[in-house]
């Protein structure tokens, strides 16, 4: 009977919360397919009141300590305070997306020394937290939808842990150069549909399975992009300005890998025994519209530059 009491008791204070009444759910079930699962509780405010809810609903945490997971996306947050997450050491998967937030202030992830997954996408952020890059037990950070100018001051490099990295659909003309080099994790780079005019060097990123950089205003792919991949990739990088590529940004893709590009793109390789390794590849290769593309159709050898048709086109060679 008093465990009973003592149950219902809690119960009552999870539904009242601290600062008032908490419009969301709490359950013992975690999510399966995030960070957490089965190592504590979750707190579901998911589409609260029809997506009205527009404050971080901190009462419904303020007394639980063995929170790891918070679902807060489909709603209509457009500011997070700080210490906003506060007293949550065991949070693994915190989810914010699709949302209307545009300002964040410093100290609203102070203590989330354990999390793993963070999802800030669809909403409308200038420009990320500082303290985002301090998350250094993060594996995967979604930051794609939003209205993001710049990363030059954004210290990517700080998240070790990072398998995936999601900045897709935002404002962005141009990314440091070395940013993702220490990410020894990497797995996942979603950079498509921005505005850049260069990519950042992928050499050491030798764990990638997928690269997105569709969408985005490139007149000239490097010419050595990827280092010694471990596994097939898929790399996409249709709807591109540029017209042609190096055979030796292609070459480090394993057998097996799948890529998408213009109908139009031509491969320029340095000498026949580049030409020769490409011919060799077991890639599927297809164009934006889904048709599968026949690599050696479109194969041209720097040597013979002359060759090529008179539009106005950068050879990279």
């Known amino acids: 009977m008093k465990e009973l009491f003592v149950l219902v008791f809690v119960q009552v204070l999870i539904a009242r919360g601290a600062s008032g009444e908490c419009p969301c759910t709490h359950r013992e079930d975690t999510d399966p397919f995030f960070p957490g699962h089965g190592e504590g509780s979750m707190v579901d405010c998911e589409f609260v009141n029809d997506g009205k809810l527009d404050v971080v609903p901190t009462q419904c945490w303020s007394l639980l300590d063995d929170v790891t997971q918070i679902f807060l996306d489909f709603n209509g947050i457009s500011h997070i305070d700080a210490n906003a997450f506060a007293g949550l050491p065991n949070l693994r ?22 999390l793993e997954h963070l999802d800030l996408s669809y909403n409308k952020l200038i420009q990320p937290p500082s303290e985002l890059w301090n998350l250094t037990s993060l594996r995967f950070l979604s930051l794609g939808k939003n209205e993001i100018i710049k990363l030059q001051d954004a210290t990517i490099s700080n998240l070790i842990n990072l398998n995936t990295l999601d900045i897709h659909w935002n404002h962005l003309t141009g ?12 797995n996942k780079v979603y950079l498509h549909w921005n505005m850049l005019t260069s990519l950042p060097d992928m050499r050491a ?26 596994k097939p990739m898929t790399y996409h990088f249709s709807d591109n300005p540029a017209f042609d590529i190096s055979a030796s940004m292609l070459t480090p893709l394993p057998d097996f890998s799948h890529i998408k590009m213009e109908d139009d793109v031509l491969v320029w390789a340095n000498d026949v025994e580049e030409m020769e390794l490409i011919l060799s590849k077991h890639w599927n290769i297809i164009d934006g519209l889904g048709n599968i593309l026949n690599l050696k159709d479109r194969l041209m050898l720097c040597t013979r530059k002359e060759t090529k048709d008179s539009r106005n086109r950068v050879i990279p060679c």
């Open 205 to 230: 990123n030798v764990h990638l399975t997928e690269v997105y950089v569709k969408g985005n205003a490139l007149l000239m792919f490097p010419k050595h992009l990827f280092g010694n991949l471990t």
């Open 93 to 114: 998967s915190l989810v914010l997306s699709h949302n209307k937030i545009s300002t964040i202030s410093e100290g609203a992830f102070h203590g989330l020394e354990s």
């Open 175 to 186: 990314v440091p150069k070395a940013m993702l080099q220490p990410l020894s994790h990497l």
